[in-house]
């Protein structure tokens, strides 16, 4: 239930007299600037006459939905001078999976903004399956990525893994990245959101679009200014392809919710042959952007190389698919 605070009262005596209920509340900020309460019981349904007759309770009413602030978003989100979304061209988000060293992470700068990419991607972090595996360069790749981002006038998007390195991520980054295995860790969702950045939220790998509309709540709740979603495609059966990428989820989120959503075509098919089909799918199902990953020399990346582009496939793809953009469908959200 929600519950909207007769003006000017004391919302702290009435979450109080609310919790003599035993009930959750937590509050937000409604319409012309009422507070608000979620409502919640774990042990039954909420009585809306014993909410009513709590002094300081103007009205009762059922939440449209349980992520009040992303159904506030609007189609696009400026970040630094870059509109994504809403009636913008796509934008081409590219780099390597993880930043590896200092004269790679400038290479691959100079090659994407000369493919008219507007952000620099690249983990100093790394989500990895095996512990064993190369864990990402650390902080340093952070001051690399930044650097070498800035001599090309590119905004930064790279992943925070804990709440540890929210910080140090959004002292360098332009979009604070949540990776899909981190989609579920509230905490880490609201150290993203107090960051005070804005937040790129991917999809977790076995999660709901609900789901994942409620880890961008988490960010807003937090104090994100915006978020970003990003579909990189989620479990399947079939192991043919790494993932199965969801252009449902795409299509649904831009046309029925209006919500400015980026395609991850290099971890939703795991394979680099199959990159420049899905893009021009993703961007006709109406996609903001891409998020790409790209190598100078694929077979000796230290992550993820069997799905990273080389600079030539990406410059073909991007001449193909930037300008003009002849796959994009009219938008209808
Ligand atoms: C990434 O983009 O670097 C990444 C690890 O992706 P995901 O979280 O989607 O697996
Ligand atoms: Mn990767």
Redesign the pocket.
Known sequence: MIVTLTEGVDAGIVRDALAALGLWTSPFEGRRGSVQLFVHSHSGDVDRDALLSVPGVADVSEPASRHPRVDALSASVKIGDVVVGGDADPVLMAGP??VESERGIHEAAERVARLGGRFL?G?AY??RTSPYDFQGVGTTALRWLREAADAHELLVVT?ALSENSVDAVAEVADLV?I????MHNGALLDAAGRSGRPVLV?RG?AATVEEWLSAAEYCLAGGAPSVLF?E??IRSFDDRTRNLLDLGSVALLRHVHGLPVIV?P??GLGRRDLIPALSRAAIAAGAAGL?I?VHPDPGHALS?GPQALTFDEIESLASDLFTPLSFAVPLTG
């Open positions: 999976c993880s991607r983990g790394k989500p992943e990245q990776g899909s295995r981190n991917k790998m990003c990189r495609g991850d290099s971890h998020l990953e993820d």
